[in-house]
């Protein structure tokens, strides 16, 4: 079975940092790129971030970018996001999915986590 | 960035019935790399068709995904009452990727 659990969310002050975490089991890690996507309470899907099967290829949303960095440690199974000099706006859920890559091209996220939760208030 | 427009927002519809969920982008979709994902409350997004309209793992061929270019649909036959849940797509042909808002599939 494939499993997908996030940690590392809380309650943090604007301007401070957390760093979040996704261990998976039930499938071949580094055969698969990931990604964090991330959903307000109560509102739509935000992509954040994606990086390839060994990490030398990231992406980020324009939102995060510059404060945000997306990696992994295959030898653990577990993909991180820091995410530096939070705002308010960004409190949300944020999942992990996993994502095959064709070509050097990120697909669609197909296993999801069940998410951790980020709140960012004074 | 391309942006994706879901309608409606919300579909009352009855347990049997026939869902047809529309979601429209800005601008063409590359090799209509598009995907619907259903979530419900408290749970993650789940996976239901890639590449516009082949079905994921074990989803229903109740499920079934049509379109190409810039106008795709989700149509849900026969509605089950596990199938009243939120509905998005997603562009993952350009980056960003981007989602829709989102259709409701309530119970009439």
């Known amino acids: 079975e494939v499993l997908l659990v996030e940690s590392g969310g809380g309650l943090v002050r604007p301007g401070e940092s957390l760093r979040l975490s996704c261990v998976v089991s039930g499938f071949s890690f580094d055969d698969y790129g990931m990604t964090w996507v991330r959903q307000i309470p109560g509102k739509g899907l935000e992509w954040v971030s994606t990086?390839?099967?060994?990490?030398?290829?990231?992406q980020y949303a324009d939102s995060v970018k510059g404060r945000s960095i997306i990696s992994r440690d295959n030898a653990k199974n577990t993909l991180y996001l820091q995410l530096n000099n939070l705002r308010v706006e960004d409190t949300a859920f944020y999942y992990c999915?996993?994502?095959?890559?064709?070509?050097?091209?990120?697909?669609?996220?197909?296993?999801w986590g069940q998410g951790t939760l980020v709140t960012v208030s004074s | 960035e391309i942006v994706l427009a879901q309608s409606p927002g919300i579909l009352s519809l009855s347990p049997g019935e026939r869902a047809a969920l529309s979601c429209r982008a800005s601008?063409?979709?590359?090799?209509?790399?598009v995907a619907w994902f259903q979530q419900k409350p408290g749970q993650a997004p789940r996976l239901l068709i890639s590449g516009a309209s082949s079905r994921a793992t074990g989803i229903p061929d109740r499920f079934s995904g049509s379109g190409s270019g810039t106008d795709f649909t989700l149509t849900i036959n026969r509605l089950e009452p596990e199938d009243f849940a939120l509905y998005y797509c997603q562009q993952y042909g350009s980056s960003p990727w981007t989602f829709g808002q989102g259709t409701k599939v309530e119970i009439k």
């Open positions: 601008q063409t979709i590359n090799r209509n790399y």
């Open positions: 999915a996993r994502v095959r890559f064709t070509y050097g091209f990120p697909l669609y996220p197909d296993s």
């Open positions: 990086i390839n099967w060994n990490g030398d290829r990231t």
